[in-house]
Structure formats: structure tokens, C-alpha cells
């Protein structure tokens, strides 16, 4: 069974940084598109960043370019998020995304079918 599992999420001052994890279990997270997603309240659930399975090629939303980076280590079979210079307007609920048939990126939530439990991220002084 597939399963996706977030952690690093926190509250963190504007400019600060964290970084996410997903830690992927009953499939092999380097065989799959891993989607980075995210929904503050009242807001539809928007992507973040990507990375491929084939050629490992990365996405990110234009609000975040330069700034978010994803990168995804085989070993621990474990894909993250590093977030830099962190804004207000990066609240949200971020979540993790895959789909056993999806090997290159999508930003549409509806492409995936398994997603993790979400983790909250708050930037506030």
C-alpha cells in the first residue's frame, strides 16, 4: 500500500526557513512524479514543485522560484522540500502527492491519487 508521510513543518519568522519531508512507503518514491502541494484557508489546493521519476526534472510555481528547491534522496526513499526566504503568503497546509501511474510532473491536484496526512506551515513575526 501506498503511503506518504510529511513532517518538518513549523512556524517560522518571514525570511526564515524549513524544510519538508515526505517519506514514502510500499513504493519505490524514485519511480514515480512526486508532487509538492499546498492550501491555506479558503484557497484551492495549488502546486508547489515537482520532480520527475526519469530524468529527475523539477517544477516550481512561479511564487516560489528561487526560492523552494526539491530534491529527493533514493536511499531513504524520502523526497524534501527546502524553503528559503519565506513569506506570509507561503501559509498553507503543504502536502505531498504521488500516483502510481504518473512518472512526469503535473501541478493538477487530480493527477494524484495518493497523498500524505499534510503539514503546516505558518509565516508570521
Known amino acids: 500500500q501506498l503511503q506518504l508521510v510529511e513532517s518538518g513543518g513549523g512556524l517560522v519568522q518571514p525570511g526564515g526557513s524549513l524544510r519538508l519531508s515526505c517519506a514514502a512507503s510500499g513504493f519505490t518514491l524514485d519511480y514515480h512524479a512526486i508532487g509538492w502541494f499546498r492550501q491555506a484557508p479558503g484557497k484551492e489546493r495549488e502546486g508547489v514543485s515537482c520532480?520527475?521519476?526519469?530524468?529527475?526534472?523539477?517544477y516550481y510555481r512561479d511564487s516560489v522560484k528561487g526560492r523552494f528547491t526539491v530534491s529527493r534522496d533514493n536511499a531513504k526513499n524520502t523526497v524534501y522540500l527546502q524553503m528559503n526566504s519565506l513569506k506570509p503568503e507561503d501559509t498553507a497546509i503543504y502536502y505531498c502527492a504521488a500516483d502510481p501511474a504518473l512518472f512526469v510532473c503535473s501541478d493538477y491536484p487530480a493527477d494524484f491519487g495518493s497523498w500524505g496526512q499534510g503539514t503546516q506551515v505558518t509565516v508570521s513575526s
Open positions: 520532480i520527475s521519476s526519469s530524468d529527475g526534472s523539477t
